[in-house]
Protein backbone atom coordinates (compact mmCIF):
# COMPACT_ATOMS: atom_id res chain seq x y z
CA UNK A 1 0.00 0.00 0.00
CA UNK A 2 2.99 2.24 0.30
CA UNK A 3 3.52 2.56 -3.25
CA UNK A 4 -0.08 2.73 -4.17
CA UNK A 5 -1.68 5.36 -5.64
CA UNK A 6 -5.51 4.31 -5.40
CA UNK A 7 -6.61 1.82 -2.81
CA UNK A 8 -10.19 0.93 -3.38
CA UNK A 9 -11.88 -1.06 -0.10
CA UNK A 10 -14.73 -3.05 -1.27
CA UNK A 11 -15.65 -5.82 1.79
CA UNK A 12 -19.12 -6.98 1.91
CA UNK A 13 -19.91 -9.06 5.20
CA UNK A 14 -23.76 -9.44 4.73
CA UNK A 15 -25.52 -7.99 7.69
CA UNK A 16 -22.85 -7.18 9.01
CA UNK A 17 -20.38 -4.83 10.15
CA UNK A 18 -17.27 -4.84 7.61
CA UNK A 19 -13.74 -5.47 9.47
CA UNK A 20 -11.24 -3.29 8.81
CA UNK A 21 -8.59 -4.31 6.65
CA UNK A 22 -6.37 -0.91 6.50
CA UNK A 23 -4.71 0.79 9.53
CA UNK A 24 -4.08 4.06 10.35
CA UNK A 25 0.01 3.22 10.41
CA UNK A 26 -1.22 1.70 6.79
CA UNK A 27 -2.57 5.05 5.33
CA UNK A 28 -0.09 7.03 7.46
CA UNK A 29 3.04 5.34 5.00
CA UNK A 30 1.34 6.21 2.08
CA UNK A 31 2.32 8.82 -0.83
CA UNK A 32 1.15 12.28 -0.29
CA UNK A 33 -2.44 12.83 -2.85
CA UNK A 34 -2.83 8.80 -2.98
CA UNK A 35 -6.51 8.13 -2.82
CA UNK A 36 -8.64 5.55 -1.18
CA UNK A 37 -11.82 4.53 -1.81
CA UNK A 38 -14.18 3.07 1.09
CA UNK A 39 -17.40 1.54 -1.02
CA UNK A 40 -17.51 -0.57 2.73
CA UNK A 41 -18.49 2.88 4.35
CA UNK A 42 -22.10 1.47 4.35
CA UNK A 43 -21.06 -1.11 6.50
CA UNK A 44 -19.17 0.60 8.66
CA UNK A 45 -15.77 0.98 6.58
CA UNK A 46 -13.12 -0.87 5.49
CA UNK A 47 -10.41 1.54 6.50
CA UNK A 48 -9.36 2.83 10.11
CA UNK A 49 -9.54 6.57 8.96
CA UNK A 50 -12.75 6.48 6.69
CA UNK A 51 -15.66 8.22 7.43
CA UNK A 52 -18.74 8.44 5.63
CA UNK A 53 -18.62 11.70 3.58
CA UNK A 54 -21.75 13.16 1.00
CA UNK A 55 -22.00 13.93 -2.69
CA UNK A 56 -22.19 17.49 -1.54
CA UNK A 57 -18.58 17.06 0.33
CA UNK A 58 -17.41 13.87 -0.65
CA UNK A 59 -13.76 13.93 0.23
CA UNK A 60 -10.99 14.96 3.29
CA UNK A 61 -8.13 14.31 4.03
CA UNK A 62 -6.03 12.19 6.89
CA UNK A 63 -2.04 11.60 6.70
CA UNK A 64 -2.18 13.68 3.33
CA UNK A 65 -4.04 10.71 1.62
CA UNK A 66 -7.50 11.80 0.02
CA UNK A 67 -10.31 9.64 1.16
CA UNK A 68 -13.33 9.01 -0.63
CA UNK A 69 -16.31 7.21 1.09
CA UNK A 70 -19.54 8.58 -0.21
CA UNK A 71 -22.36 6.30 1.27
CA UNK A 72 -24.99 5.02 -0.95
CA UNK A 73 -22.55 5.64 -3.65
CA UNK A 74 -25.86 3.67 -6.44
CA UNK A 75 -27.92 7.20 -5.15
CA UNK A 76 -25.96 9.32 -7.70
CA UNK A 77 -27.34 7.22 -10.73
CA UNK A 78 -30.98 6.01 -9.24
CA UNK A 79 -32.32 4.99 -12.57
CA UNK A 80 -29.49 2.77 -13.73
CA UNK A 81 -28.99 1.31 -9.72
CA UNK A 82 -32.95 0.88 -9.55
CA UNK A 83 -32.73 -1.16 -13.37
CA UNK A 84 -29.65 -2.79 -11.90
CA UNK A 85 -31.42 -4.23 -8.26
CA UNK A 86 -34.42 -5.25 -10.30
CA UNK A 87 -32.99 -7.36 -12.87
CA UNK A 88 -30.69 -9.20 -10.02
CA UNK A 89 -33.58 -9.76 -7.40
CA UNK A 90 -36.74 -10.04 -9.91
CA UNK A 91 -35.89 -13.61 -10.10
CA UNK A 92 -35.92 -14.59 -6.50
CA UNK A 93 -39.25 -12.69 -6.05
CA UNK A 94 -40.79 -14.95 -8.90
CA UNK A 95 -39.61 -17.80 -7.17
CA UNK A 96 -41.13 -16.79 -4.05
CA UNK A 97 -44.09 -15.95 -5.36
CA UNK A 98 -44.36 -19.21 -7.89
CA UNK A 99 -43.01 -21.72 -5.02
CA UNK A 100 -43.47 -20.01 -1.75
CA UNK A 101 -40.86 -19.59 0.70
CA UNK A 102 -39.62 -22.82 1.51
CA UNK A 103 -39.66 -24.61 -1.36
CA UNK A 104 -37.67 -21.34 -3.10
CA UNK A 105 -35.51 -21.77 -0.68
CA UNK A 106 -35.18 -25.60 -0.61
CA UNK A 107 -34.47 -25.51 -4.77
CA UNK A 108 -32.40 -22.43 -4.61
CA UNK A 109 -29.43 -22.17 -1.95
CA UNK A 110 -28.70 -18.43 -3.08
CA UNK A 111 -31.78 -17.32 -2.02
CA UNK A 112 -32.04 -19.14 1.03
CA UNK A 113 -28.60 -17.72 2.26
CA UNK A 114 -30.73 -14.32 1.42
CA UNK A 115 -33.20 -14.57 4.14
CA UNK A 116 -32.61 -12.53 7.35
CA UNK A 117 -36.09 -13.20 9.55
CA UNK A 118 -38.18 -16.36 9.39
CA UNK A 119 -41.43 -16.71 11.72
CA UNK A 120 -40.76 -14.31 14.12
CA UNK A 121 -36.64 -15.49 14.31
CA UNK A 122 -33.50 -14.06 12.81
CA UNK A 123 -31.86 -16.90 10.81
CA UNK A 124 -28.70 -15.15 9.38
CA UNK A 125 -26.31 -15.49 11.59
CA UNK A 126 -24.24 -12.04 10.90
CA UNK A 127 -27.69 -10.45 11.28
CA UNK A 128 -28.19 -12.15 14.41
CA UNK A 129 -24.85 -11.91 15.74
CA UNK A 130 -24.73 -7.82 15.21
CA UNK A 131 -28.17 -7.98 16.81
CA UNK A 132 -27.21 -10.17 19.50
CA UNK A 133 -29.61 -12.79 18.74
CA UNK A 134 -29.27 -16.59 18.60
CA UNK A 135 -29.47 -17.67 14.63
CA UNK A 136 -32.08 -20.26 14.09
CA UNK A 137 -31.39 -22.40 11.17
CA UNK A 138 -33.56 -22.31 8.54
CA UNK A 139 -33.70 -25.36 7.60
CA UNK A 140 -34.67 -26.41 11.39
CA UNK A 141 -37.88 -23.59 11.24
CA UNK A 142 -39.71 -25.53 8.79
CA UNK A 143 -39.06 -28.79 10.14
Known amino acids: MANADLVVGAVLVPGGRAPVLVTEDMVAN ?4 AVIVDCAI ?3 GCVET ?7 DPVYEVHGVVHYCVGNVPGAVPVTSTKALTNATLPYLVALAVEGPQRAAALDPALAAGFNTMGGRVVNPAVAGALGYPAAPLHELWS
Open 50 to 56: ARETTHT
Open 42 to 44: DQG
Open 30 to 33: MRPR
